[in-house]
T-cell receptor, first 110, second 116 residues
Framework: NAGVTQTPKFQVLKTGQSMTLQCAQD?????MSWYRQDPGMGLRLIHY???????DQGEVPNGYNVSRSTTEDFPLRLLSAAPSQTSVYFC?????????FGAGTRLSVL | AQSVTQLGSHVSVSEGALVLLRCNYS??????LFWYVQYPNQGLQLLLK??????LVKGINGFEAEFKKSETSFHLTKPSAHMSDAAEYFC??????????????FGTGTQLKVEL
């Protein structure tokens, strides 16, 4: 039982490049979500999913796409990276009142 | 919709002194409230949570928090600070799970510094 696994741990992109941040959980949780953490702003919800095939926007969805084809995986796509997307990204899944967080992906966009 | 406000982005205490980190919430439904801790360059660790049972909640590492509905507060306390408590602390709120509480909303965080 690995919990919530995020890859990669670190990534450097150039402006305009695309990439996908991976998130996988092996706990069969229906609910998964993506947050970004910026200094002084806490964690802000980007997108979330309540099950395979169902996604919805959070507080800061612009510039990010998600899809949920399986219960286990919830990738976050940056189609054209911008410096404003430099941040630490956390994936989380939930069962009941317990949220399980991944270790994070530190992304720098130059 | 739910939100939390953490008063004080930086708090400094002496080792052995009381730790008090403030959190006020706003919620249109009965809230579930959480405190998380984040050590440098690490992920989030749950300290404690309130889910409508006892209003005084005890967590890990000697921390506790009291839910006060009349004051819409959920302040985090620890009687005696230790150097290892230096970290960033986040208060968070969600709605009841059965009521569509699919969003965990975080405060902006409080950086705790512990001095000798």
């Amino acid at each position: 039982n690995a919990g919530v696994t995020q890859t990669p741990k670190f990534q450097v992109l150039k402006t305009g490049q695309s990439m996908t941040l991976q998130c996988a959980q092996d706990m069969n949780h229906e609910y998964m979500s993506w947050y970004r953490q910026d200094p002084g702003m806490g964690l802000r919800l980007i997108h979330y999913s309540v099950g395979a095939g169902i996604t919805d926007q959070g507080e800061v969805p612009n510039g990010y796409n998600v899809s949920r084809s399986t219960t286990e995986d919830f990738p976050l796509r940056l189609l054209s990276a911008a410096p404003s997307q430099t941040s630490v990204y956390f994936c989380a899944s939930r069962r009941g009142t317990f949220w399980y967080f991944g270790a994070g992906t530190r992304l720098s966009v130059l | 919709a739910q939100s939390v406000t953490q008063l004080g982005s930086h708090v400094s205490v002496s080792e052995g002194a009381l730790v008090l980190l403030r959190c006020n919430y706003s919620s249109s439904v009965p809230p579930y409230l959480f405190w998380y801790v984040q050590y440098p360059n690490q992920g989030l660790q749950l300290l404690l949570k309130y889910t409508s049972a006892a209003t005084l909640v005890k967590g890990i590492n000697g921390f506790e928090a009291e839910f006060k509905k009349s004051e819409t507060s959920f302040h985090l306390t620890k009687p005696s600070a230790h150097m290892s408590d230096a970290a960033e602390y986040f208060c968070a709120v969600s709605g009841p799970i059965t009521g569509g509480g699919n969003k965990l909303t975080f405060g902006t965080g409080t950086q705790l510094k512990v001095e000798l």
